[in-house]
């Protein structure tokens, strides 16, 4: 058996050492759905796509819409139609987290998507989808998402 001198051990090594490091960092993994952070309390409700970002500012979403349930708890359910005539359609669920500005979406199919939150205000979202190596002309534009008010429910009275 030949011996490989000291340097090319240590640099195989080395080199074995830093591939394992970024196998283990590089994972996606699913959030921590016990420890709920402030950051996912804060964007917890639901919100509904309101407008889009063009050249000549924001243009009302009247198609492709979407509206996404985030969870105090961390997870999420996420509704979809084509236009504003059509009934919502749910386009799937799944565990999300978020740590200002990275929103991150834990699809159930397996998919993870990461998005740019801006807060605009307390009920007002300005969402970039984060494409980079996408050309920016084939980019899909930043959207507007609006916190949805929830209705209070009918009260029981004494009986």
């Not at 009920?123 to 996408?134: K, M, P, Q, T």
């Not at 002309?137 to 916190?147: C, G, H, N, S």
Request: aromatic fraction near 6%.
């Amino acid at each position: 058996m030949r011996l490989l001198p000291p340097l090319r051990c240590h640099l195989l090594l080395l080199t074995l050492a830093i591939c394992c490091l970024v196998m283990l960092g590089c994972g996606d993994r699913a959030p921590d759905l016990s420890k709920p952070n402030a950051d996912t309390q804060a964007l917890a409700g639901t919100w509904l796509l309101e407008a889009r970002i063009t050249e000549d500012g924001e243009a009302p979403a009247t198609d492709r819409v979407m509206r996404l349930a985030l969870s105090p708890r961390g997870t999420f359910q996420a509704y979809y139609r084509g236009d504003t005539t059509q009934q919502w359609v749910r386009a799937g669920e799944g565990g999300y987290s978020y740590s200002q500005p990275v929103l991150t979406l834990y699809w159930d199919n397996g998919a993870t998507v990461t998005l740019l939150v801006s807060q605009l205000g307390p009920d007002r979202i300005r969402v970039h989808h984060g494409l980079n190596l996408v050309p920016l002309k084939d980019q899909d534009p930043d959207e507007i998402f609006v916190r949805q008010k929830m209705d209070k429910g009918p009260t029981q009275g004494a009986s």
